[in-house]
C-alpha cells in the first residue's frame, strides 16, 4: 500500500512537473519530438512498402496476368498508381499538417461520423491484422532452420511472434530515436538483401540467361486474360505498394514537414517501383514462369538456384524485412490512435506521452494489446482479406477529400498543389478495382463494410452522447488517473505542429466536457 501510495505521489509530481514545463522559460515542454530526418522519412515509407511480399510470393500479378511481360508492366503501373496517390497524400500532408494520415483527413474534411469510423476500422481490424501477419511470417522464418523438412509448430510460432511484438513496443515506447534508428538499420538490409538479387539477375543477364524475358517469350501468354484477371492482377500489384501512405502518420514528428514529406514521398516510391520491377526481372533469368508459380517462396527457390552456399542469406532476409516492418507498422499506428484521441474519438488516455520519453505509451499498447488479441483467438489469414478491402476503401475516400476540399476551402494555404488530373486519375483506377472487387468478391466486401458500420453506434454511444451519467465520467476519470499513474504519462503541453497547424476542426481539448477537463489537472 506504502508503494502504491509513493508512486501515486510520483505520478502527480511528475504530471504538475509536465504542466510547469511549458511555462516561459522553464524546461522543455512534454511534447512529441520533431526527430524524423529525411532519411529516416524515407525509411518509413520504404521499410513499410517493403514487406515479405516480394520475397516470397510475386507470383499473385503473374498468376493473373498470363504472361511474364504483361506482369512486368503491371508492376510498373502499380508503382504508377501509388505514385499519383502519394502525391495527392503530400498535398493533404501539408495542407493539413497533422499526424493521423487519412484519419485527420477525413475528419477534416467530412467530419467526425466519417473520420471515426475510418479510425474505428483501422484500430479494430486493419493494423492489428496486418501487425498480426508480419509477426507471424517473421517467426515462420526464424525458425525455418530449427524445422527443416516441416512447418514450425503453431505454438512456437505464436510465442517467437509475441515476443518480437513486446519488445518493439518497449524500444518504441523508450524511445523514438531508437524506433527510427532501427527502421533505418533494417530498411537498408531489406534494400541490400533486394539489390543482392538484382545484382545476381545481371550477371545472369550478361551471361545470356535471359530467354524468359525476350519479347517472343516474354509476351507468350499461356492463357489470354480477361477483364477479370487484369483487375485482379492490378490489386495484387496495388496491395504490394501499400504503406506509401504511413509517412502521414507522424507529420507532426517530422523535422520541417512541408519540405521532408513530399521529398521522402518523391525519392522513395520510384525507388521501390525500380527495386520491385528489377526483383521480378532477376527472379525470371533464374526460374522459368512454371517454375516461379510453384515456389512457395520464390526468394528462397532463388536463392538455392543461384546462391548455393549463401542460400540461407534468403530466409534471414526475410525475416529481417518482417522485423523492420512490424516496427514501422507499430511506430505509424501508435500516432493513428494518438492522433483519435487527441480529437475526442477515442478514451483520452490514449493522446498522452510519458513525461521523459515523450513517446505515446498508452497508444502503443493499446495497438500491441489488440494486436495480441488478435493473433491469439483470431483467424488471422481470412481477416487480412478483409483488410485488405478496407485499406483500399479508405485509399479513395481520402483522395475524394482532396477534391472536395478544393471546393469547400479554395483560398486556402497549399505549399503544393497537384494537378486535378492526378487525383482523377488515381480514382479511376480506385473505382475500376473497387467495383470489380464487390462484383467477385461480394461476401469478403460485404463483411468489410460491416465492420466498418459497427462503428456507427460505438459512435453514437461514446462521442456524440454528451451527457453521459455522473458515475459514468466519474469511472472514465479514475480509470484515466490509473492509467496516467501506471504509464507515468502526461498530455502533451501545446503540440509540436501548433506553429504551422491549419485550421481545423475542434479539438478534443475543446470539445471535453467540464468534468474530464478538470479531471486533466
Same mark, same amino acid.
Given at each position: 500500500?506504502?508503494?502504491?501510495?509513493?508512486?501515486?505521489?510520483?505520478?502527480?509530481?511528475?504530471?504538475?512537473?509536465?504542466?510547469?514545463?511549458?511555462?516561459?522559460?522553464?524546461?522543455?515542454?512534454?511534447?512529441?519530438?520533431?526527430?524524423?530526418?529525411?532519411?529516416? =522519412?524515407?525509411?518509413?515509407?520504404?521499410?513499410?512498402?517493403?514487406?515479405?511480399?516480394? $520475397?516470397?510470393?510475386?507470383?499473385?500479378?503473374?498468376?493473373?496476368?498470363?504472361?511474364?511481360?504483361?506482369?512486368?508492366?503491371?508492376?510498373?503501373?502499380?508503382?504508377?498508381?501509388?505514385?499519383?496517390?502519394?502525391?495527392?497524400?503530400?498535398?493533404?500532408?501539408?495542407?493539413?499538417?497533422?499526424?493521423?494520415?487519412?484519419?485527420?483527413?477525413?475528419?477534416?474534411?467530412?467530419? /467526425?461520423?466519417?473520420?471515426?469510423?475510418?479510425?474505428?476500422?483501422?484500430?479494430?481490424?486493419?493494423?492489428?491484422?496486418?501487425?498480426?501477419?508480419?509477426?507471424?511470417?517473421?517467426?515462420?522464418?526464424?525458425?525455418?532452420?530449427?524445422?527443416?523438412?516441416?512447418?514450425?509448430?503453431?505454438?512456437?510460432?505464436?510465442?517467437?511472434?509475441?515476443?518480437?511484438?513486446?519488445?518493439?513496443? !518497449?524500444?518504441?515506447?523508450?524511445?523514438?530515436?531508437?524506433?527510427?534508428?532501427?527502421?533505418?538499420?533494417?530498411?537498408?538490409?531489406?534494400?541490400?538483401?533486394?539489390?543482392?538479387?538484382?545484382?545476381?539477375? $545481371?550477371?545472369?543477364?550478361?551471361?545470356?540467361?535471359?530467354?524468359?524475358?525476350?519479347?517472343?517469350?516474354?509476351?507468350?501468354?499461356?492463357?489470354?486474360?480477361?477483364?477479370?484477371?487484369?483487375?485482379?492482377?492490378?490489386?495484387?500489384?496495388? $496491395?504490394?505498394?501499400? /504503406?506509401?501512405?504511413?509517412?502521414?502518420?507522424?507529420?507532426?514528428?517530422?523535422?520541417?514537414?512541408?519540405?521532408?514529406?513530399?521529398?521522402?514521398?518523391?525519392?522513395?516510391?520510384?525507388?521501390?517501383?525500380?527495386?520491385?520491377?528489377?526483383?521480378?526481372? =532477376?527472379?525470371?533469368?533464374?526460374?522459368?514462369?512454371?517454375?516461379?508459380?510453384?515456389?512457395?517462396?520464390?526468394?528462397?527457390?532463388?536463392?538455392?538456384?543461384?546462391?548455393?552456399?549463401?542460400?540461407?542469406?534468403?530466409?534471414? +532476409?526475410? &525475416?529481417?524485412?518482417?522485423?523492420?516492418?512490424?516496427?514501422?507498422?507499430?511506430?505509424?499506428? +501508435?500516432?493513428?490512435?494518438?492522433? #483519435?484521441?487527441?480529437?475526442?474519438?477515442?478514451?483520452?488516455?490514449? =493522446?498522452?506521452?510519458?513525461?521523459?520519453?515523450?513517446?505515446?505509451?498508452?497508444?502503443?499498447?493499446?495497438?500491441?494489446?489488440?494486436?495480441?488479441?488478435?493473433?491469439?483467438?483470431?483467424?488471422?489469414?481470412?481477416?487480412?482479406?478483409?483488410?485488405?478491402?478496407?485499406?483500399?476503401?479508405?485509399? /479513395?475516400?481520402?483522395?475524394?477529400?482532396?477534391?472536395?476540399?478544393?471546393?469547400?476551402?479554395?483560398?486556402?494555404?497549399?505549399?503544393?498543389?497537384?494537378?486535378?488530373?492526378?487525383?482523377?486519375?488515381?480514382? &479511376?483506377?480506385?473505382?475500376?478495382?473497387?467495383?470489380?472487387?464487390?462484383?467477385?468478391?461480394?461476401?469478403?466486401?460485404?463483411?468489410?463494410?460491416?465492420?466498418?458500420?459497427? #462503428?456507427?453506434?460505438?459512435?453514437?454511444?461514446?462521442?456524440?452522447?454528451?451527457?453521459?451519467?455522473?458515475?459514468?465520467?466519474?469511472?472514465?476519470?479514475?480509470?484515466?488517473? !490509473?492509467?496516467?499513474?501506471?504509464?507515468?504519462?502526461?498530455?502533451?503541453?501545446?503540440?509540436?505542429?501548433?506553429?504551422?497547424?491549419?485550421?481545423?476542426?475542434?479539438? &478534443?481539448? +475543446?470539445?471535453?466536457?467540464?468534468?474530464?477537463?478538470?479531471?486533466?489537472?
Amino acid at each position: 500500500m506504502r508503494a502504491g501510495r509513493q508512486r501515486g505521489r510520483a505520478a502527480r509530481a511528475a504530471m504538475a512537473g509536465g504542466e510547469q514545463r511549458g511555462a516561459p522559460g522553464g524546461p522543455e515542454p512534454v511534447a512529441l519530438k520533431k526527430e524524423i530526418g529525411l532519411v529516416s =522519412a524515407c525509411a518509413i515509407i520504404i521499410g513499410n512498402i517493403i514487406g515479405s511480399g516480394i $520475397f516470397i510470393s510475386p507470383k499473385g500479378v503473374l498468376e493473373h496476368a498470363g504472361s511474364v511481360g504483361l506482369a512486368l508492366i503491371i508492376w510498373v503501373l502499380g508503382g504508377g498508381v501509388a505514385a499519383l496517390g502519394s502525391l495527392c497524400y503530400a498535398e493533404l500532408g501539408v495542407t493539413i499538417p497533422k499526424s493521423g494520415g487519412d484519419y485527420s483527413y477525413v475528419t477534416e474534411i467530412f467530419g /467526425g461520423l466519417a473520420g471515426f469510423l475510418l479510425l474505428w476500422s483501422a484500430v479494430l481490424i486493419m493494423y492489428p491484422t496486418s501487425l498480426a501477419v508480419i509477426a507471424l511470417t517473421f517467426s515462420n522464418y526464424v525458425l525455418q532452420p530449427v524445422f527443416p523438412n516441416c512447418i514450425p509448430p503453431y505454438n512456437a510460432s505464436r510465442i517467437l511472434s509475441m515476443v518480437c511484438l513486446l519488445l518493439l513496443t !518497449w524500444v518504441n515506447s523508450s524511445s523514438v530515436r531508437w524506433a527510427t534508428r532501427i527502421q533505418d538499420i533494417f530498411t537498408a538490409g531489406k534494400l541490400l538483401a533486394l539489390a543482392l538479387i538484382i545484382i545476381v539477375g $545481371f550477371i545472369q543477364i550478361f551471361k545470356g540467361n535471359y530467354k524468359e524475358l525476350t519479347p517472343s517469350n516474354a509476351f507468350n501468354f499461356w492463357m489470354t486474360p480477361s477483364v477479370g484477371h487484369l483487375a485482379l492482377a492490378f490489386l495484387q500489384g496495388s $496491395f504490394a505498394f501499400s /504503406g506509401w501512405n504511413f509517412l502521414n502518420y507522424v507529420t507532426e514528428e517530422l523535422v520541417d514537414p512541408r519540405r521532408n514529406l513530399p521529398r521522402a514521398i518523391f525519392i522513395s516510391i520510384p525507388l521501390v517501383t525500380f527495386v520491385y520491377t528489377f526483383t521480378n526481372i =532477376a527472379y525470371f533469368t533464374a526460374m522459368s514462369p512454371q517454375e516461379l508459380l510453384s515456389s512457395n517462396a520464390v526468394a528462397v527457390t532463388f536463392g538455392e538456384k543461384l546462391l548455393g552456399y549463401f542460400s540461407w542469406v534468403m530466409p534471414v +532476409s526475410v &525475416a529481417l524485412s518482417t522485423f523492420g516492418g512490424i516496427n514501422g507498422y507499430l511506430f505509424t499506428s +501508435s500516432r493513428l490512435c494518438f492522433s #483519435g484521441a487527441r480529437e475526442g474519438h477515442l478514451p483520452s488516455l490514449l =493522446a498522452m506521452i510519458h513525461v521523459k520519453h515523450c513517446t505515446p505509451i498508452p497508444a502503443l499498447l493499446v495497438c500491441c494489446m489488440a494486436t495480441l488479441v488478435i493473433m491469439l483467438v483470431g483467424d488471422t489469414y481470412t481477416l487480412i482479406n478483409y483488410v485488405s478491402f478496407i485499406n483500399y476503401l479508405c485509399y /479513395g475516400v481520402t483522395i475524394i477529400g482532396l477534391i472536395v476540399l478544393r471546393c469547400k476551402k479554395p483560398k486556402i494555404f497549399r505549399p503544393i498543389k497537384v494537378n486535378l488530373l492526378i487525383p482523377i486519375t488515381y480514382l &479511376a483506377f480506385w473505382a475500376f478495382l473497387l467495383i470489380f472487387s464487390l462484383y467477385s468478391e461480394p461476401i469478403v466486401c460485404g463483411v468489410g463494410l460491416i465492420i466498418i458500420l459497427t #462503428g456507427v453506434p460505438v459512435f453514437f454511444l461514446g462521442v456524440y452522447w454528451r451527457n453521459k451519467p455522473k458515475s459514468v465520467n466519474r469511472l472514465i476519470e479514475s480509470m484515466t488517473c !490509473w492509467g496516467q499513474k501506471l504509464c507515468f504519462v502526461v498530455y502533451p503541453q501545446g503540440g509540436v505542429a501548433a506553429e504551422e497547424e491549419a485550421p481545423s476542426a475542434p479539438s &478534443a481539448r +475543446s470539445r471535453q466536457p467540464a468534468s474530464e477537463t478538470d479531471a486533466r489537472k
